[in-house]
């Protein structure tokens, strides 16, 4: 058993990304990895949705393979602490 320790994540509307990728450049956006199950599940807005995904999907706890990328506007997320052993080291 891990201990538990705090890590930084990500809430967008009712969903927590365990990582995004910080904009680069003023013209571009937050993004992060999303899998069509969790795009259906969380009924995420197909205008946030660019196809190319790769890597795994940073939804809290899921396990896939990313489908898609997310896009996240100035203002979609909320930086939050979580507590736990994800098995993050």
């Known amino acids: 058993m891990g201990s538990e320790k705090t890590f930084t994540m990500y809430k967008y509307k009712d969903v927590i990304f365990e990582d995004i990728e910080r904009k680069s450049e003023p013209e571009y956006c937050d993004w992060s990895g999303i899998c069509q199950k969790c795009v259906d599940l969380h009924k995420i807005d197909s205008?946030?949705?660019a196809d190319g995904g790769s890597g795994h999907?940073?939804?809290?706890?899921c396990k896939n393979e990313a489908?898609?990328?997310?896009?996240?506007?100035?203002?979609?997320?909320?930086?939050?602490?979580v507590t736990g052993d994800y098995g993050i080291e």
């Open 67 to 81: 489908d898609y990328y997310i896009d996240f506007d100035d203002g979609d997320l909320t930086e939050i602490s």
């Open 47 to 49: 205008i946030k949705i």
């Open 57 to 61: 999907c940073m939804v809290l706890d």
